[in-house]
């Protein structure tokens, strides 16, 4: 039995409240996988990012959800690098972290008494959905109508795979409700995988798609307030598929969280290096407060 000290951060976003919180606990070299995932599902949010010892990059970073672990995490990784930068524990501005995503670079940079972290991507990927659109509409609580005729509903990864659904109206974000019981049976492909519906039509002038992100069912949670790694499959998608004549580099703002009043926005990072897009996302943070989990 022991106490856990975890850092309460919310990402993309220099409001408390607003952003996607996360769970930082910054000696997780000192427990075991079953302690982090307890931690993880003590501390309820999407994710709980642990900093472990690593010989491979700058710093080790684990992430788990209240159900399972995953390879990769957008706004927990910003929430780990703020509270190591708050705790006085970055010791430069470019280094690497080491993944199950792989060893992928940080650069962070001070502004206005705040920072700014810049965290590369996974080569971009993807792969057909070939399920039932009706039944898929169903899942998020819309009708096949609502989907977008003409573009593709696909599965995409920067790091980890979720299913990506252009949907026409932005009015239709308000009107949906997830049925994630239901996502394993209608995700035939890749039955674990979350769902993030995706539109052109935004709230914010300056940002280029609105979206939503509901989790798998696996995961312990239902929908993630603002999502780094999914943000990232969306600017390979508007490359890819929107706007493939997109000049690049271009740098592009997503918008999320309306609908649960915990918006904020990531800045995605389009390049590409030797015939292949590059994906890089930016985000600030801000820490809310810092509470003691009890395990056994």
Known sequence: MGNVTVLHIDAFSTVPGKGNPA????????????????????????????VVPTEKADIGIRYFTPGHENNLCGHATMGTIFALYREGQLTKQSFTIDTKAGILPID?????NSIMITMQHAAPAFQTF????AELA?????QEEDIHDDLPIVYGSTGIWTLIVPIKSLASFSAMKP??????????EMPRMSIHPICLETRDEE??????????????????????????VMGAYYNTYVKPDLPLPATLIMEQGHE???DGKVYVHVDEEEGQLSISISGTAVFVKEFEIEIL
Not at 130 to 133: E, I, L, R, S
Not at 138 to 142: F, S
Request: net charge negative; charged share 20%.
């Open 108 to 112: 962070v940079k001070e502004e206005h």
């Open 207 to 232: 940002c280029i798609l609105h979206s939503r992100h509901f989790s798998s069912p696996f995961s312990g949670t239902v929908e993630d307030p603002v999502t780094g790694t999914a943000s990232g």
């Open 260 to 262: 649960i009043h915990k």
């Open 179 to 188: 049925h994630t019981e239901n996502f394993p049976i209608v995700l035939k």
């Open 130 to 133: 070939a399920g039932n659109k």
């Open 138 to 142: 169903e899942a998020i609580g819309l």
């Open 23 to 50: 769970g930082v606990v910054l000696n997780g070299g000192q427990w075991t996988d079953e302690q982090m995932q307890e931690i993880a599902r003590k501390v309820g949010f999407n994710e709980t990012a642990f």
